[in-house]
């Protein structure tokens, strides 16, 4: 059973009724600002895993 597009525009709609219109580009702005942030912190982690093996007490040191 696959996702047709009448589920998607119901569940759209839902949202849309639940959080109403004001809420939704709030929190689509919130959800980007996240996935931003953790897509910097990957790429910082992959630099430097690079540079030294990962240690779990340097990083607590760095907070």
Do not use: T
């Not at 849309?16 to 912190?41: M, N, Q, T, V």
């Not at 540079?51 to 907070?63: C, G, M, T």
């Amino acid at each position: 059973m696959s996702i047709g597009i009448w589920q998607i525009v119901i569940a759209g709609l839902v949202i849309a009724l639940l959080f109403g219109s004001h809420k939704i580009p709030a929190l689509a702005a919130e959800a980007a600002k996240g996935l931003k942030s953790l897509k910097r912190e990957a790429a910082a982690a992959r630099v430097g895993s690079a540079d030294a093996p990962f240690d779990e007490n340097e990083s607590d040191r760095k907070r």
